[in-house]
């Protein structure tokens, strides 16, 4: 069955350290995949994306994500985390022609220390 | 732009209520959706529209019906409510240049 993977359920980082957070997808070929970021009562925002090409993507609010085929991994980091940034964020993916039938992830939610 | 927009925020309904959640949007996407959030599960896809008159079940239909009788609103319906719809739902359209959805900020029901 098709599925996304994410290990970490809560992630708790000091203000300015490296973040990275997991996403693994299970799919016969490469779908295209999505991080996305909740903030607490909010709907969900894009971060970015990833179709085809350089497998290291830019985003949004300083963060990027690199996929690795091999790994089935679509890893999402920030070199140095803000306060600002926790939130929940959930991996994605849609199969090539499904459109709008996103399959997330459960999420991982950051906790930042100051 | 308002984007896309649900209404109410929030609604408690007892078991075996009828309800519409609704969702109206002013980008003139095609494609909307609509997703139920739960604690650990991320946002599992209900129903999907693909334009008006156009519908399709996703992961977790039952329970709910949807319509599309024009390209600005996707309702969803809930016939006889029961505890296990108590969720945070959110509507979504897609820009089908980008991929992109766009999410509207979520309605938060619970069914006692």
Redesign the interface.
Known sequence: AQS?TQPD?HITVSEGASLELRCNYSYGATP?LFWYVQSPG?????LL?Y?SGDTLVQGIKGFEAEFKRSQSSFNLRKPSVHWSDAAEY?C?V?LSGG?????????TRLAVHP | NAG?TQTPKFQVLKTGQSMTLQCAQDMNHE???W?RQDP??????IH?S?GAGITDQ??VPNGYNVSRSTTEDFPLRLLSAAPSQTSVY?C???D?SS???Y????TRLTVT
Do not use: C, D, H, W
């Open positions: 996304v359920i295209y909010q709907g969900l925002q894009l994306k179709f959930f994605a849609v459109y709008n039938k996103l399959i997330f992830g459960a999420g | 896309v494609y909307m959706s997703y650990g599960m991320g946002l599992r896809l999907y693909v996703g992961e959110f979504a359209t897609l089908r991929y992109e959805q999410f509207g900020p979520g």
